[in-house]
């Protein structure tokens, strides 16, 4: 049985904020891989909790796109979808680097050091992008880089890409020559911090950008072969990785 006591590090939560933190959390790491049924007679062994909070968690999670809550079969995790992330990275690719260049002149000795820390703590965690703590240490790396160069209206706009975009960073990462080339581009970022350089922040972070999106193409296509016309929500047709 999962202790939910153990995520609850940023003060006191309901049972039901509990519950979807953990959920979210399996979801973006890959335990629980697109396109699984979440059964909730397991989720209640596994939580020790009734079906009530585990019912408002998935409505939760299926607000923000992580829970897809189908007709006859229950809850399952969001599926890929090809434009989504493609969608996701262009934007991300017109406003990080933006921000981060923006930030690299205000950047003082402590922010620095903070960085560093980030830094040092991502590439000391032991499973790489398969770590449970990989998701809340890359965010942080990349958050640390980019506050100084925030408003309260770029923060959310960009946290909500990140949201979005978690779970495809995990896969495209389980790729070994992605993750090996998002390392040196972490250290690269770090440069263009410590040199003061706005030009090299701007460079580097679309770079960076561009080869985890390259990257999970070739995961998901690795994974899944081509993608497939779907129905979206309203009819439309919107391409998913098939059998996921």
Known sequence: MTDLSMDDDEGPRSLTDAVAMRIQKEILSGRIPPGQRMRLRSLQ?????SHIPIREALRRLEGIGLVEILPQRGAIAARLAYDEFTDVYDLRKIIEPEIAARATA???PTRLEEIKKALDELN?????????????LHRRFHWLICEPGSTPVVERVMKQLWQTSDRYVHLSLTEDRTALKAERQHRRLYEAIRKGDPEMMRRELTAHLENTEQGLRRAVMAATGPPAAAAGPQGEARRVVRGA
């Not at 062994?45 to 909790?49: A, N």
């Not at 965690?125 to 990989?134: A, D, N, Y």
């Open 45 to 49: 062994e596994q939580f020790g909790v």
């Open 106 to 108: 205000g950047i003082g």
């Open 124 to 136: 000391a965690e032991p499973e790489g992008s398969r770590s449970p703590h990989f998701n809340e």
